[in-house]
């Protein structure tokens, strides 16, 4: 896949390169750069002046638990505001309150809630495709309490679901409720919306749910397939659409960004296969020696794929590879912005630097 193997040294000079005390995690959205310490303290810095316009201490208190990067409990939303979820220990009543905290990008805090409700201690948030914030609250095996809050701290609406929340996809909440494994695996699944409107619900008989796209096709495999990979698609009344088979094992990468969202690929060991709602596309081998990942833009029109030996960013659509370099990627940590943008962390040195390969 290599155009022309380059050595570690001949990355482009970089646009820009930051040095801060410490990086464990990095965010990007507008023109803000978020750095994170293990600690769980983030730094703001705009990324035009390369100044620093803020911080955020979410462990000021020994009192607050902590779980570290930006991920299902700490969210970068839309207009830069940031969301934080994190536990406050009551000692009187030996128990242990969940808390969501949204601070501003020049760290003023908009918004400090307790929740009440007792829970599994599973608590996390999505960002819906609206860009408004949903907080749930696990109470049992199958019933979540449900916040939607707009990007500065707005309470919306707040919604109890009597169904095993599975995951946050293309605008969509998928469910599953009254599963059985007696014989042949069994489930409901339903999507909401946005809003947790119910959109739909389809009842699975035997298959594996992967993911659901833009357009409301789902997307199942099949169990215990052995060495192979049959994917099958269909509409919201349960109508097959088509199936397509490969001859080799592999994990689902469905898109998740606006653009992306009626798309989806699979990557074996070796292979990256591009799929859309109407089914297979194309197929890209990518040359390595150990595992690799690939990492989507937002404006969905590249990819980066990160491998142990280097770097390839390839056009989503045909797979073809754009660019490569051939650079030791241990112990780094790569954000792509797309249009060939790429932030890479060096958290042995502490640098954040900004490539446009």
Same mark, same amino acid.
């Given at each position: 896949?290599?155009?022309?193997? $380059? @050595? ?18 990095? +965010? ?6 978020? !750095?994170?310490? @293990? ?10 002046? %390369? ?18 990067? #930006? ?8 207009? +830069? ?9 009551? %000692? ?11 601070? @501003? ?16 201690n599973e608590v996390g948030s999505y960002i819906m495709d609206d860009g408004t914030l949903l907080v749930y609250l696990k109470l049992n095996s199958s019933k979540y309490m449900t916040y939607r809050y707009s990007v500065n701290g707005k309470l919306l609406s707040k919604k109890m679901i009597n ?36 959109? #739909? ?5 035997? !298959? ?43 994990? #689902?990468?469905? +898109?998740?960004?606006?653009?992306? @969202? ?39 029109? $590249? ?6 030996? +280097? ?5 989503r659509r045909t797979l073809k590879t754009i660019t490569s370099y051939k650079i030791d990627t241990s112990d780094k940590q790569f954000n792509y912005a797309g249009n060939r943008v790429v932030y890479i962390v060096d958290p042995l040195t502490s640098n954040v630097s900004k490539y446009t390969l």
């Amino acid at each position: 896949m290599y155009a022309a193997p $380059t @050595s570690y040294d001949s990355l482009p000079k970089p646009d820009w390169v930051v040095t801060h005390d410490e990086v464990s995690n990095f +965010g990007k959205i507008k023109d803000y750069l978020y !750095l994170m310490d @293990s600690s769980g303290k983030v730094t703001v810095y705009q990324e035009k002046t %390369k100044t620093k316009i803020g911080s955020v201490d979410v462990i000021s208190s020994s009192w607050v638990q902590y779980s570290g990067g #930006f991920d299902y409990k700490n969210q970068i939303l839309s207009n +830069g505001n940031m969301s934080f979820i994190t536990s406050y220990k009551d %000692k009187k009543k030996n128990r242990e309150f969940p808390q969501l905290r949204i601070f @501003s990008p020049k760290g003023n805090k908009l918004l400090d809630y307790t929740f009440t409700e007792k829970t599994t201690n599973e608590v996390g948030s999505y960002i819906m495709d609206d860009g408004t914030l949903l907080v749930y609250l696990k109470l049992n095996s199958s019933k979540y309490m449900t916040y939607r809050y707009s990007v500065n701290g707005k309470l919306l609406s707040k919604k109890m679901i009597n169904e095993f929340m599975y995951y946050q996809q293309n605008g969509y909440i998928s469910t599953i409720s009254n599963w059985s494994f007696a014989g042949e695996y069994k489930s409901t699944l339903s999507f909401y919306d946005d809003q947790l409107r119910k959109e #739909f619900s389809y009842r699975n008989n035997g !298959l594996s749910f992967r993911g659901i796209l833009k357009d409301k096709t789902m997307i199942f495999t099949k169990f215990d397939q052995a060495g192979s990979t049959a994917v099958i698609a269909k509409n919201p009344q349960g109508k097959t659409l088509w199936t397509k088979t490969i001859s080799e094992s592999a994990d #689902f990468l469905i +898109g998740n960004t606006k653009n992306s @969202s009626n798309s989806f690929m699979l990557q074996s060991i070796s292979s990256i296969y591009a799929f859309n709602s109407k089914g297979f596309v194309t197929k890209s081998k990518v040359s390595t020696t150990g595992s690799f990942w690939i990492r989507e833009s937002a404006d969905d029109k $590249t990819l980066l794929v990160e491998k142990q030996d +280097g770097l390839l960013i390839l056009d989503r659509r045909t797979l073809k590879t754009i660019t490569s370099y051939k650079i030791d990627t241990s112990d780094k940590q790569f954000n792509y912005a797309g249009n060939r943008v790429v932030y890479i962390v060096d958290p042995l040195t502490s640098n954040v630097s900004k490539y446009t390969l």
